[in-house]
């Protein structure tokens, strides 16, 4: 009886201390595609200002799991999803929860660069205007520039705001979609698989913007590259077959892993 | 024996030709089918080719030249006061021989008696089996006719027996060319690659064709009538009258006509670009996949119905509602039960276009909208936009030159209608801008010309020519127009 308390106190020891630092936290999480199961009862806790990487072989499910957390799965018609998904202390699947809001706060960054076909300067305004948050062009400039500056794009682009975002080269254009999804100030970036279309060079440049992009938000990045994900967080969730494997510390899960699936997956074995 | 039962003959060696070549092909390859550069169907292909192609081309070209070689030696035999007439009356002769010639085939043994007693009994004979004569034929005529039938059967004969001839040839020839190292599949597709190309070729020179002899026939109408005229003449009178009986000269002003098919091409678009847009929009942002999977075809049946119908559904039922419903309306507003929109007007006209137009332009835009990469609305969904935002700020934006180059498209439609014109705007050529009054267009005008008894030689007729050519210069130089524009949208995203 007095053991069993003594455990249960810890717990709630536990759960407030990591709590403090949580901004986002997946329960039972469930997704089915038609009848097909992609996630099995995935519990995972996202820390505030902290880039967790997700890794694990391709179908693995750890894609699907990012675009729940701002429900991005809602645009496929087949698509569904049970658990809980806490974004602070809201649940984000609510049914009096509004997707546009949310998205504000959790913005996302595609795997593909994908600028709109509007001028440098358009791309970035598009999101500021849509949610009102800028009146004058003063503002929106302020906006503009100060968003191209934490993505470490001002510099490359201040003399052509006007030309289109598609003209400029591939990691260029990932670093706009960045500064794109900063500009609308959220909370949570979530990021599958940004430097997958990119060379060594661009590459590197996101990275060191994501470096930056933690000291203000709280980052999820989807990484098919070890060393990658190795470089840029600090948590690691390892998926595999559609069930979370195993959560550390990056430093742990890259040198001990507790399971067997991840040091196989880490040393090349499969995936 | 006639040219399809040889026809029959050399497909049926074909067929053998390509049998045997597979056959020897297998007998060829021994154990290892891969001992052969390719497999025994392009064997029996090869032979197949061989049999029949050489065969068949000989056959169109005997086909071709044989009946203006029999005509020239039965012409050579004419009297000398025919030759000596002129060329339209031998034209004439020659017709009526060809006719006796087809009617004494029909004629029994004892017929054929009776005629050889009384040369003057062939008219009667010949109206007895359905073949009747313009007049009694001159007395040389029926040997000539005998001769013109010994000439083609001999003929018919000899081109069967090349053509069997030349099918055989090439069957055995080709079946002893199969060797294991022959490169049957390459020869096989080249032809294949001949037949393909014949066949765009055709499409091709058919439209060379038609442009040639409208061509033709307007540079003629403009002989007669300066070019000036035609195209800024704002009177359109062509006065019916036949040929050569003087006072002939109409006006023939294109601007009416030309002001008709732009007011009521515009009207329709009024009607078909906003519903047909929207629509699209629906289908491709919002609709599920199960009502997409039933109302997009069901709109498309808009498409399918012929344009008569759309025609006489604006005459029977458009027109006289909208002309019953003004009444109504001035009678509330003036007292006066007068109609202010006449039955057959630009507005009856317009409207139903644009009913017809609604599928081109929504089926048009929807492919263009479904072809905006899914990456941009996941970019914009994904920074909180909704979708009306996502679809008004990227996806029409990144549309949008698509979108004009399928409206374009839509509006040369529009300006060659002609079932609906037709029956809906009227006849009158005036240059007007109610909407509520009857106007043409040039399609009803060429329909107008080319309808009646007149001879192609007059301009009244002739004008048809020189519209349709206009008309066609228009849609052409629209959809050229159209078609760099969607070129160019494309590039975007390759």
């Not at chain 1, 205007?129 to 500056?149: C, K, M, N, P």
């Not at chain 2, 169907?41 to 032979?47: A, I, K, L, P």
């Not at chain 2, 307007?218 to 359109?236: D, R």
């Amino acid at each position: 009886m007095n053991m069993l308390t003594e455990t249960a106190v810890e717990k709630v020891l536990e759960r407030k201390m990591t709590n403090s630092a949580l901004k986002m936290s997946g329960t039972d999480v469930c997704v089915f595609y038609g009848e097909k199961q992609a996630l099995h009862n995935v519990n995972l806790n996202i820390r505030e200002n902290t880039v967790t990487a997700l890794i694990g072989p391709s179908g693995c499910g750890k894609s699907t799991f990012l675009r729940t957390l701002n429900r991005m799965n809602d645009t496929i018609d087949s698509c569904r999803v049970t658990g809980k998904i806490l974004l602070d202390t809201d649940d984000i699947y609510d049914p009096n929860i509004d997707v546009v809001e949310l998205r504000a706060r959790v913005g996302m960054v595609f795997q593909k660069p994908n600028p709109f076909p509007k001028s440098i300067y358009e791309n970035i305004a598009y999101g500021p205007r849509i949610h009102g948050l800028a009146r004058t062009r003063a503002e929106f400039d302020e906006i503009v520039e100060s968003s191209l500056q934490r993505a470490g794009l001002w510099n490359e682009v201040k003399d052509r705001l006007q030309e289109p975002g598609t003209g400029l080269s591939g990691g260029q254009q990932q670093r706009l979609c960045i500064a794109r999804a900063v500009a609308v100030s959220p909370e949570v970036i979530l990021m599958d698989e940004p430097c997958s279309a990119l060379d060594p060079i661009a590459t590197a440049k996101v990275e060191e913007l994501i470096h930056e992009l933690r000291a203000n938000f709280t980052i999820v990045i989807v990484t098919h590259s070890m060393q990658q994900a190795a470089r840029v967080s600090q948590r690691t969730a390892m998926f595999h077959m559609g069930y979370l494997v195993e959560e550390n510390d990056t430093d742990k899960m890259f040198t001990n892993p507790d399971d067997q699936r991840t040091q196989d997956y880490i040393m090349g074995r499969f995936g | 024996m006639s040219g399809s039962v040889v026809l029959l003959c050399v497909l049926a060696i074909g067929i053998v030709a390509f049998l045997l070549g597979r056959l020897r092909a297998n007998a060829l390859a021994g154990p290892k089918l891969s001992n052969l550069h390719s497999r025994p169907v392009y064997y029996g292909g090869f032979v197949a080719i061989w049999a029949t192609l050489p065969a068949l081309l000989l056959l169109a070209f005997w086909s071709i030249t044989a009946p203006s070689v029999i005509q020239s030696s039965v012409r050579g035999s004419f009297p000398a006061e025919v030759l000596a007439a002129p060329q339209a009356e031998q034209n004439l002769e020659f017709g009526m021989i060809t006719s006796i010639a087809r009617g004494m085939k029909l004629l029994s043994p004892a017929d054929a008696e009776t005629l050889a007693g009384d040369a003057a009994t062939v008219r009667t004979l010949l109206s007895a089996k359905g073949v009747p004569l313009a007049g009694d034929p001159k007395p040389y005529m029926l040997p000539a006719a005998d001769e013109l039938n010994r000439l083609t059967d001999r003929s018919n004969w000899l081109m069967t027996g090349a053509a069997v001839l030349a099918a055989l040839g090439g069957l055995v020839y080709a079946l002893r060319a199969i060797q294991p190292k022959l490169r049957a599949r390459n020869r096989v597709e080249r032809v294949v690659l001949g037949a393909l190309l014949g066949a765009s070729s055709i499409a091709i020179l058919t439209t060379i064709g038609i442009v040639a002899s409208m061509l033709g026939e307007a540079t003629h109408f403009f002989s007669m009538v300066p070019a000036h005229e035609f195209f800024f003449g704002t009177v359109w009178d062509p006065r019916f009258a036949a040929a050569g009986s003087g006072g002939s000269e109409g006006q023939f002003g294109l601007i009416p006509l030309l002001a008709g098919t732009l007011y009521i091409g515009f009207v329709a678009m009024l009607f078909a670009v906003p519903i047909g847009l929207f629509s699209a929009i629906y289908m491709a942002e919002y609709a599920s996949p199960r009502v997409r999977a039933f109302a997009k075809p069901l709109l498309e049946i808009l498409a399918g119905i012929p344009t008569i119908v759309y025609g006489f559904f604006a005459l029977t039922t458009v027109g006289p509602f909208l002309r019953d419903i003004s009444a109504q309306i001035s009678g509330l507003v003036t007292g006066d039960y007068a109609n202010f929109i006449q039955a057959q007007s630009v507005i009856t006209a317009g409207f139903v276009m644009g009913i017809m137009l609604i599928p081109y332009v929504s089926s048009l835009s929807d492919d263009i909208i479904t072809a905006v990469p899914r990456a941009l609305r996941d970019g914009s969904l994904g920074l909180g936009a909704t979708r009306s935002e996502t679809v008004k700020r990227v996806i029409l934006p990144a549309a949008l030159p698509g979108i004009v180059g399928a409206l374009l498209m839509t509006a040369s439609r529009a300006v060659g209608e002609t079932m609906i014109v037709v029956l809906a705007a009227g006849v009158a050529a005036r240059m007007q801008l109610n909407p509520f009054e009857p106007m043409t267009t040039v399609t009803v005008k060429i329909v107008n010309q080319l309808t009646g008894d007149l001879e192609f030689t007059s301009p009244q007729t002739l004008v048809a020519f020189a519209l349709g050519i206009t008309l066609f210069a228009l849609t052409l130089c629209l959809n050229i127009y159209a078609l760099y524009i969607v070129r160019k949208y494309r590039e975007q995203y390759e």
